[in-house]
């Protein structure tokens, strides 16, 4: 890939003055125009919480199926909360028809999630197993979150400096705090399967909303799509102490396509990840890998309309109609379940 992931010192804008804080939107600008992609350090989740969160991540998805079924994903997309068992979900790119849908899923992803949210959000209430099945977890999940959602909050406000957004910016436009927060467990997998694409760990896609956090551990595996050639892909290895943030394609419609909805997926991970097993006998096994996704997307009344500094009438014309958020990710979510 021509260029890679960039690093960027958000404590500079956490922490910094009006220079540093207008240094540092440039560079999420350049970061996001070019890859789409940017790792932060210094972000403000501190590395004893994100380590904890992945212990109960572990705690929880090590609980029998039937524990966990206790808190299960409703039926269809609409109703994003609880635990979906493997096989269950299956992320697709922009395809929404009936018949596309049905052929996606017959290469299923291996992987089991949990999803929270905001504890006000009415429309998607969370849905958590019995406090004694996992005492602390929906405490400790319900304290990750608003972590998580301040940071998303900074960088908006970073993202406002960077096209110019009045005050009181993006992070307005996100005030109820819609986010998700999504536990994510591959289990152990045989090299194979993934290698020869009998079953993959997700799938190519990119992410629906504005913007996504994501933690993961470091077995690896994930790749983002080159932007300048569609169909190759390049790891986004792990980097200790840091969160990856990237547009989603509501942001990206948003920003007139300034800023990259880059397509990504997992699978294997890169040669100098660790694959255990006997070799010799060609059954090499893909360890069990952990990720935490953080998705943000804005208030649901929020008219999605090209950012006033994004368009012109001259070169730069408004390339979409207006949709809201609401009807923008209701469209999304309906093609990740069957109904
Ligand atoms: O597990 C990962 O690293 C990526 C997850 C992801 O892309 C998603 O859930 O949208
Ligand atoms: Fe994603």
Same mark, same amino acid.
């Given at each position: 890939?021509?260029?890679?992931?960039?690093?960027?010192?958000?404590?500079?804008?956490?922490?910094?003055?009006?220079?540093?804080?207008?240094?540092?939107?440039?560079?999420?600008?350049?970061?996001?125009?070019?890859?789409?992609?940017?790792?932060?350090?210094?972000?403000?989740?501190?590395?004893?919480?994100?380590?904890?969160?992945?212990?109960?991540?572990?705690?929880?998805?090590? /609980?029998?199926?039937?524990?966990?079924? @206790?808190?299960?994903?409703? +039926? *269809?997309? %609409?109703?994003?909360?609880?635990? &979906?068992?493997?096989?269950?979900?299956?992320?697709?790119?922009?395809?929404?028809?009936?018949?596309?849908?049905?052929?996606?899923?017959?290469?299923?992803?291996?992987?089991?999630?949990?999803?929270?949210?905001?504890?006000?959000?009415?429309?998607?209430?969370?849905?958590?197993?019995?406090?004694?099945?996992?005492?602390?977890?929906?405490?400790?999940?319900?304290?990750?979150?608003?972590?998580?959602?301040?940071?998303?909050?900074?960088? /908006?406000?970073?993202?406002?400096?960077? @096209?110019?957004?009045?005050? +009181? *910016?993006? %992070?307005?436009?996100?005030?109820? &705090?819609?986010?998700?927060?999504?536990?994510?467990?591959?289990?152990?997998?045989?090299?194979?399967?993934?290698?020869?694409?009998?079953?993959?760990?997700?799938?190519?896609?990119?992410?629906?909303?504005?913007?996504?956090?994501?933690?993961?551990?470091?077995?690896?595996?994930?790749?983002?799509?080159?932007?300048?050639?569609?169909?190759?892909?390049?790891?986004?290895?792990?980097?200790?102490?840091?969160?990856?943030?990237?547009?989603?394609?509501?942001?990206?419609?948003?920003?007139?396509?300034?800023?990259?909805?880059?397509?990504?997926?997992?699978?294997?991970?890169?040669?100098?990840?660790?694959?255990?097993?006997?070799?010799?006998?060609?059954?090499?096994?893909?360890?069990?890998?952990?990720?935490?996704?953080?998705?943000?997307?804005?208030?649901?009344?929020?008219?999605?309309?090209?950012?006033?500094?994004?368009?012109?009438?001259?070169?730069?014309?408004?390339?979409?109609?207006?949709?809201?958020?609401?009807?923008?990710?209701?469209?999304?979510?309906?093609?990740?379940?069957?109904?």
């Amino acid at each position: 890939m021509e260029r890679s992931i960039p690093i960027v010192d958000f404590g500079l804008f956490l922490n910094g003055g009006k220079e540093e804080r207008e240094q540092i939107a440039r560079e999420l600008d350049d970061a996001f125009r070019s890859v789409g992609f940017v790792y932060l350090r210094n972000h403000g989740v501190s590395r004893k919480m994100v380590g904890r969160c992945f212990e109960w991540s572990k705690a929880f998805f090590d /609980l029998p199926l039937k524990t966990k079924m @206790l808190a299960p994903h409703p +039926p *269809g997309g %609409s109703h994003h909360r609880g635990y &979906s068992a493997p096989g269950v979900e299956k992320v697709s790119q922009h395809k929404y028809g009936v018949e596309e849908i049905k052929k996606d899923r017959e290469i299923p992803d291996y992987k089991e999630s949990f999803e929270s949210g905001n504890v006000n959000d009415s429309a998607q209430p969370n849905i958590w197993l019995p406090e004694d099945e996992l005492p602390g977890f929906k405490e400790f999940m319900e304290t990750y979150f608003t972590e998580c959602a301040e940071l998303i909050h900074r960088i /908006l406000d970073a993202l406002s400096i960077a @096209l110019n957004v009045p005050e +009181p *910016g993006l %992070s307005s436009t996100h005030s109820h &705090s819609l986010f998700q927060l999504r536990l994510l467990h591959y289990p152990a997998i045989d090299a194979e399967q993934l290698s020869q694409n009998k079953r993959s760990r997700i799938n190519a896609h990119s992410d629906f909303g504005t913007l996504t956090l994501l933690f993961q551990d470091n077995v690896g595996g994930l790749e983002i799509e080159d932007p300048h050639q569609p169909g190759a892909f390049c790891p986004a290895e792990p980097i200790q102490d840091t969160v990856l943030v990237n547009i989603g394609d509501l942001m990206a419609r948003w920003s007139n396509d300034r800023w990259r909805s880059t397509v990504h997926r997992v699978g294997l991970p890169g040669e100098n990840r660790q694959v255990d097993g006997d070799r010799g006998l060609g059954r090499a096994v893909v360890p069990d890998r952990y990720s935490i996704p953080v998705f943000a997307t804005a208030n649901m009344d929020t008219v999605i309309d090209a950012l006033p500094s994004c368009w012109d009438e001259e070169g730069n014309l408004k390339k979409y109609e207006p949709v809201t958020a609401w009807g923008y990710v209701q469209m999304r979510m309906a093609a990740l379940y069957d109904s």
